[in-house]
């Protein structure tokens, strides 16, 4: 069986990056950017005041100085005449300095009565001015391709006229659940049924990774209905299956992805949980054959689909933050496969502790609802209370 970091490799050695498209400013939150961005502006395009305050020549000012008001400016608006020597104009926050000053002498700092201001003391020189192109200049490279936009980035774009920007677009992901025991969201399990939960949780986790879920819904565990599915999903980008994917008689995806033209790569990765698991390519498409059980799903999603679809989106970090946490109890791991077990994390006196999140069961969804993190554990191990767990980190650390 290969290890996780070899399977990984083969994986990603295969997974193509997107295409691009271009998007409303707003619509590119999150995503990647494809281009270079390259300013067309100086910000600010004229030296202008972070206070309110007065425009004066900071060799006017001094204790007790005494200057003659000669006009006012505000942001939105152009001064009406230059500043001399002996004067100074109202200014306020953003609006552009007047010619012939070139310091701001905050309004807290003055006395001002009958058109006159009085000076507490000195100002240096440029003081709360914002100089021309202080933020940006023009042909200045301030984003580089492959730079995930947050909110500031989008400022920036905003600030310097961008209305649409070139991104990686986000890829298509079929999700298809397979067998006959499955009752879909909306109606009620019957006999020997239980509900469809991997279809659910999969369209989750595509979406948390910047893609588009497509649901195929459930396939009878019949090899012709699962390769009509699987042949519906050449509208896609990715395929990602669940179920069926092992030796029982009733085992069937690998068989309908061969019949539906698909080439497979690997099977079967020494963990706990998720042993058995497929990828191969249709065509130009990855495809994965997930284990059936919630969690074994999920954890497999999270180790190989994830970085692929980042992969695929133009991200560069692809793994989770993997972070030292305390054992708070004993952690197990027995048999012959690294294992990746649920945790809580908790703030401790001495930094971050651990504790499994109850049965690790990989039928019980509860152990990924309660989950912060993976511990990530050698093969028959138990780690004992005070050892130091390595963990994949699922969410926010507990403050």
């Known amino acids: 069986m290969l290890t996780v970091e070899d399977a990984l490799d083969a994986m990603l050695s295969r997974v193509p990056v997107v295409g691009t498209e271009r998007v409303e400013v707003l619509a590119a939150l999150g995503r990647v950017l494809a281009e270079p961005v390259v300013s067309r502006r100086e910000i600010p395009p004229w030296p202008n005041s972070s ?4 425009a004066v020549r900071a060799e006017d000012t001094g204790r007790g100085a005494a200057l003659a008001v000669v006009g006012r400016v505000e ?5 009406a005449r230059a500043v001399g020597r002996g004067e100074a104009m109202r200014i306020f926050t953003g609006a552009p300095l007047p010619e012939g000053a070139d ?5 807290e700092d003055v006395d001002a009565t009958d058109g006159r201001v009085v000076l507490h003391g000195a100002t240096e020189h440029a003081a709360y001015v914002r100089p021309r192109g202080e933020d940006v200049r023009v042909g200045d490279r301030v984003l580089e391709p492959g730079t995930v936009l947050s909110a500031a980035e989008i400022g920036l774009l905003a600030t310097l006229g961008y209305g649409r920007v070139s991104v990686y677009r986000r890829p298509r992901v079929a999700i298809l659940s397979t067998g006959n025991e499955l009752a879909d969201l909306g109606t009620e399990p019957g006999p020997g049924q239980i509900p469809n939960t991997n279809s659910y949780t999969l369209m989750a986790q595509v979406l948390e990774a910047g893609a588009d879920p497509v649901n195929l819904g459930v396939a009878r565990d019949q090899l012709e209905a699962i390769e009509t599915r699987v042949r519906a999903a050449r509208t ?5 299956s669940s179920a069926g994917v092992s030796v029982g008689e009733l085992d069937l995806v690998r068989d309908a ?8 790569h690997l099977w079967k990765v020494s963990m706990r949980p998720g042993k058995p698991i497929t990828f191969g390519s249709l065509g130009p498409r990855p495809v994965w054959g997930l284990p059936g059980n919630p969690v074994s799903a999920m954890v497999t999603f999270e180790l190989f689909v994830r970085p692929a679809l980042l992969k695929m989106t133009g991200r560069r970090r692809l793994q989770r933050p993997r972070i030292r946490a305390r054992a708070l109890e004993p ?3 027995p048999g012959s496969r690294r294992g990746y077990l649920r945790v809580q994390l908790e703030a401790t006196g001495d930094g971050l502790g651990a504790r499994l999140t109850g049965e690790q069961g990989s039928a019980i969804l509860r152990s990924m609802v309660a ?11 138990v780690v004992p209370i005070g050892d130091q767990l390595e963990v994949i980190q699922l969410r926010e650390l507990p403050s």
């Open 331 to 333: 952690v197990p791991n």
């Open 75 to 79: 942001a939105g608006a152009l001064p």
């Open 257 to 264: 992805l061969m019949r539906a033209g698909a080439e497979l």
């Open 51 to 54: 206070m309110d305050g007065y």
């Open 103 to 107: 310091t701001v002498v905050p309004q």
């Open 371 to 381: 989950a912060d993190g993976l511990a990530v554990v050698p093969p028959d191990t």
């Open 236 to 240: 896609a980008d990715v395929l990602v």
